[in-house]
């Protein structure tokens, strides 16, 4: 391919682009059946011939970008799947067409240095010790994988175990301990791991998902206490301060699942939520739910370097390991996009004040909606403590029918879960594109929706 060729290629994609950002306000938030009919077309066996690249990106863009969710407009409220910031965005471009591997220094000195910013960054915002490792990894599940193998090894190693040696059949055993309602991601990696699912003890929780400290007895060296900064559903945090003075006085591992909690620390209207998640030794956090970063980007820290490197070891005659930064030594993977560049884009963008104000706005967008549906006659089942809503209507069956009518309606898109057995619609303000009029527009969209299952009901 001639470099006129690629030019052509890249300012088709520069286009296309433009024009998705350009519909993204008018057109349905979840694509509509016409448009997912037309999936079809990619129905076909592996073409024996290959095609003009002009004409595919043309197809991609024809039916592939209506059939996108509208996940970077302002009004998709569904997980915690976070926008995307422009900025990073643009830099993400950059480096695609640089595409590096961040496995080693001598695969991309750009990358390296910038995963060493990047950490010494994160560090400064989360409030870490000096000298706590970050790996650059795919998300919040690959995170706490890290950070679990770090801490179990770390565990057996003060045992005279070396776990990644002689692995876990006849180990001394370890104490695993979550809350009820920790995340899935959690019981996988445990499972993962060789720490079974069933095996931990579970801790039982208050009605916003908080561990009860109360209930949470004889933790000692040979116990890994998970810890959740954000509860998936209800946005709530343990109680860290009390909780990691304890873990810390018994000696045990704490690992905090902050995937998209963890930016508490970086606003000050939000920091008492994180105050003393400072004391764990180990801590899961994502870039692409509330801060906004392009996906795949998760980073896993580490107070410990040595545990974390050494849980991930890996040798072969072949790597060339360098006096500078070499990512592979943090994450499970070898290679590996150098996702740390977006993220370093949008921290230098948005600096400390940048951060602190998107956190800051997430969670105040979120309390216009408790205020707004409240006003509306609908039930807000959780404490609004950051960027999480949870919204129920007078019972069961008109919750579940109301959600079924916002997804469909194109205005919104919003998830539900079962809160203490109870069907909810779940709201996570996660872009920073959500502007107070989207709020207004959605609370339309929910007054609506359940007057139109009302007056079925009524037929
Ligand atoms: C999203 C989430 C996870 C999983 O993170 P991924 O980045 O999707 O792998 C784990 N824990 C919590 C609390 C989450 O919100």
Not at 293 to 302: K, N, R, S
Not at 439 to 448: A, D, L, Q
């Amino acid at each position: 391919m001639k470099s006129r060729q690629i030019h052509q290629l890249l300012e088709l994609a520069h286009r296309y682009s433009a024009e998705y950002v350009d519909a993204l306000d008018e057109r349905s938030v979840f694509p509509d059946e016409k448009v997912l009919e037309k999936l079809a077309i990619f129905d076909e066996s592996m073409p024996a011939r290959g095609s003009d690249p002009v004409d595919v990106l043309g197809l991609l863009h024809r039916y592939g970008s209506p059939a996108t969710v509208a996940q970077t407009g302002g009004r998709y409220f569904g997980f915690v799947n976070g926008g995307i910031h422009p900025p990073s965005l643009a830099a993400k471009w950059l480096s695609d067409t640089w595409d590096q591997n961040s496995a080693l220094y001598v695969m991309s000195p750009i990358s390296s240095k910038l995963e060493e910013i990047c950490e010494k960054w994160l560090v400064d915002l989360f409030h870490l010790p000096e000298g706590t490792a970050a790996g650059f990894v795919s998300g919040t599940s690959m995170s706490l994988l890290c950070g679990i193998a770090a801490g179990r090894n770390e565990l057996l190693r003060r045992l005279d175990w070396d776990a990644a040696a002689r692995g876990l059949f006849g180990a001394p055993e370890i104490n695993v301990v979550i809350g009820a309602q920790a995340h899935s991601a959690v019981r996988k990696a445990l499972s993962l791991l060789g720490l079974g699912e069933e095996r931990v003890r579970v801790i039982p929780c208050d009605d916003q998902g908080r561990m009860l400290v109360d209930k949470m007895s004889d933790l000692d060296p040979r116990t890994l206490l998970i810890l959740v900064a954000g509860n998936v559903n209800t946005g709530s945090f343990d109680r860290f301060q009390k909780i990691c003075q304890k873990a810390r006085s018994a000696n045990c591992w704490v690992h905090i699942d902050g995937a998209f909690g963890l930016w508490a620390a970086a606003s000050p209207d939000t920091y008492p939520l994180y105050e003393g998640a400072e004391l764990a030794d180990s801590w899961s956090v994502d870039a692409h739910k509330t801060l906004n970063a392009p996906y795949d980007c998760g980073v896993i820290l580490c107070k410990d370097r040595t545990a974390l490197v050494s849980a991930l070891q890996a040798t072969g005659s072949y790597i060339q390991w360098s006096g500078n930064r070499d990512g592979m030594l943090y994450t499970p993977e070898m290679s590996r996009r150098a996702r740390s560049i977006e993220l370093w884009m949008l921290l230098k963008t948005m600096g400390k004040s940048g951060v602190a104000a998107l956190i800051s706005q997430l969670c105040s967008r979120a309390r216009l909606f408790e205020e707004r549906l409240k006003e509306e006659g609908f039930n807000i089942v959780n404490e609004v403590v950051f960027n999480q809503v949870l919204v129920a209507c007078d019972n069961a069956p008109e919750t579940e029918a109301t959600l079924e009518r916002i997804q469909k309606s194109g205005e919104c898109w919003c998830g539900g879960a079962l809160w203490l057995g109870e069907p909810v619609i779940r709201i996570s303000v996660c872009s920073w594109a959500t502007t107070e009029e989207d709020v207004e527009r959605s609370v339309r969209t929910f007054v609506h929706a359940r007057a139109n299952v009302r007056s079925a009901d009524a037929r």
